[in-house]
């Protein structure tokens, strides 16, 4: 799953043969390469791995407990990326953070690798923290190259990097879905960490193509604000430490205790980050106005990633359970399907770019944002047909997923470039960095409600799960449109056609 798409440049600006006589970009460019690589490589087996008999490997969760843990985990590595990005800024420094977070990646993909169960949760909480330290302070480290009056040159290195992104989740579902599902899980796990390694390793040696920059924090805490920030930490960690007690000693404690706490912080976050967001004192009315509009927007998009980690969680497992994968006499690993929606957005993203840009400004991000509801929808709908058709116990086709692949992947690149770009245009300058770690905190919470939604499916057939979730998006879209006009003049915004000049 991706965050955004970046403004497109020129062909020339873009080719990564122009970058990679920079050894500092092509180091940056190959760690983001290897990072999505084991980030998709592992989310592409983690439900497959967590429902799979314990006699065979897995860990034996049933399906809505294994796709809510995958939920919250989504959620938890948006809400991370915030104080991931302020160690950096603040503490760490930007080359120490992607660093050290990078390592902490692979040490949590090793660990996974472990063949015991309790490695496997504790695996997953070490990825979420390293991720959530190294995205931010990588594209943090990759800005200290681009200075005033840099930004297309940034937002064309930033093209480049989108393109390695979409590769990544292109391949490595097919390398670790062949390991997981025909050799073994941990052997999976194994590869993903491998590829995490080299990334770490070619970061640590290319630590002299960056003369310095990021190695001090661009806002160091003075002795003051360390010592609260300790007594912050400390409480934190106190009172998960006194609830994790209390929930062990009255022995009931579970995995779906810890799931649903999760997903209690991915609820909260996102709501607390926007109110302090609105109090902020560089706001004047004009700007909350426009704040308050953007988060209608949030909120569609929240609901808009709840669908796509869909994707990774109901319909691997519908992949498995109830597609035809034989094909030329072999069974394709369910894992591959993983690997569809990178292909599409590669196709289609040129596609929507022209598409925006004809359109101008004669379409607003409201409209944008209902036709990215509407292939969402519409992509579910189909599951939910394939889903009753399933019912009888017999195999249906491949084309059923791959459409409603198609479909997410076109609501993708419906949505995510506007609400980036939205973002940029809602505050003052000085904090759209905190808008957009905004933005990542909602996505948050689509994966958040992904992880309380998901019960639906233990009370209602399979079919009425995804129809629900249809019937919500197309009722969203129905209100995007219905609210486009006065929606759009609180916004105020450039048109998306500011992501493609």
């Known amino acids: 799953m991706t965050i955004g798409f970046p403004r497109a440049r020129p062909a020339e600006e873009t080719t990564l043969g122009a970058y990679g006589r920079l050894g500092w970009f092509r180091t940056l460019f190959l760690t983001d390469v290897w990072e999505r690589f084991s980030f998709f490589g592992m989310q592409a087996i983690l439900v497959l791995y967590a429902t799979e008999p314990v006699a065979r490997g897995g860990l034996g969760l049933p399906g809505t407990v294994a796709t809510a843990l995958y939920g919250s985990y989504i959620g938890l590595i948006f809400v991370?990326?915030?104080?991931?990005?302020?160690?950096?800024?603040?503490?760490?420094?930007?080359?120490?953070?992607?660093?050290?977070?990078?390592?902490?990646?692979?040490?949590?993909?090793?660990?996974?690798?472990?063949?015991?169960?309790?490695?496997?949760?504790?695996?997953?909480?070490l990825i979420a923290a390293g991720t959530g330290l190294l995205k931010p302070n990588l594209l943090a480290l990759l800005g200290r190259f681009y200075g005033e009056g840099r930004a297309a040159a940034r937002e064309a290195a930033i093209s480049v990097f989108y393109v390695g992104i979409q590769i990544s989740a292109l391949l490595a579902p097919l390398i670790t879905g062949f390991l997981g599902e025909t050799l073994s899980w941990h052997l999976g796990f194994s590869a993903a960490g491998v590829g995490m390694t080299f990334g770490v390793l070619q970061f640590a040696l290319g630590a002299g193509h960056f003369a310095g920059k990021g190695r001090a924090p661009g806002h160091p805490l003075d002795a003051g604000q360390r010592r609260?920030?300790?007594?912050?930490?400390?409480?934190?960690?106190?009172?998960?430490?006194?609830?994790?007690?209390?929930?062990?000693?009255?022995?009931?404690?579970?995995?779906?205790?810890?799931?649903?706490?999760?997903?209690?912080?991915?609820?909260?976050?996102?709501?607390?980050?926007?109110?302090?967001?609105?109090?902020?004192?560089?706001?004047?009315?004009?700007?909350?106005?426009?704040?308050?509009?953007?988060?209608?927007?949030?909120?569609?998009?929240?609901?808009?990633?709840?669908?796509?980690?869909?994707?990774?969680?109901?319909?691997?497992?519908?992949?498995?359970?109830?597609?035809?994968?034989?094909?030329?006499?072999?069974?394709v690993p369910a894992s591959w399907f993983q690997s569809v929606t990178p292909l599409f957005i590669l196709?289609?993203?040129?596609?929507?770019?022209?598409?925006?840009?004809?359109?101008?400004?004669?379409?607003?991000?409201?409209?944008?944002?209902?036709?990215?509801?509407?292939?969402?929808?519409?992509?579910?709908?189909?599951?939910?047909?394939?889903?009753?058709?399933?019912e009888g116990g017999e195999p249906v086709s491949p084309l059923w997923l791959l459409a409603a692949f198609l479909l997410l992947a076109c609501g993708e690149v419906a949505i995510a470039p506007i609400g980036l770009s939205t973002s940029v245009d809602v505050v003052p300058a000085a904090l759209t960095g905190r808008v957009i770690g905004l933005y990542w905190t909602f996505s948050a919470l689509g994966g958040g409600l992904g992880s309380l939604v998901v019960r639906l499916s233990d009370v209602v057939p399979r079919w009425a799960y995804f129809l629900i979730l249809a019937l919500s998006g197309l009722g969203a879209m129905l209100a995007f449109i219905l609210a486009r006009v006065p929606l759009t003049r609180r916004l105020r915004t450039a048109e998306t056609t500011a992501l493609f000049e």
């Open 80 to 125: 991370l990326a915030v104080p991931g990005g302020w160690l950096g800024d603040r503490v760490l420094g930007e080359w120490r953070a992607t660093l050290i977070g990078g390592a902490v990646i692979a040490l949590g993909h090793f660990t996974m690798a472990l063949p015991f169960q309790a490695s496997a949760y504790a695996g997953l909480a």
């Open 347 to 390: 196709v289609l993203a040129p596609l929507s770019a022209r598409v925006w840009l004809s359109a101008g400004s004669r379409l607003g991000a409201p409209v944008k944002f209902a036709a990215g509801l509407a292939f969402a929808a519409s992509g579910l709908l189909l599951m939910s047909l394939a889903s009753w058709l399933a």
């Open 228 to 331: 609260r920030a300790l007594r912050l930490l400390a409480g934190a960690v106190a009172v998960v430490a006194v609830l994790l007690a209390a929930d062990l000693l009255s022995g009931g404690f579970g995995i779906m205790h810890v799931v649903a706490a999760l997903g209690v912080v991915t609820l909260v976050t996102p709501l607390a980050y926007f109110a302090a967001l609105r109090r902020r004192p560089e706001l004047d009315a004009a700007a909350r106005a426009r704040l308050s509009a953007y988060r209608w927007l949030l909120l569609a998009s929240a609901l808009f990633w709840l669908f796509v980690i869909q994707g990774g969680s109901t319909l691997s497992l519908f992949a498995r359970n109830s597609t035809d994968r034989v094909m030329f006499g072999q069974l």
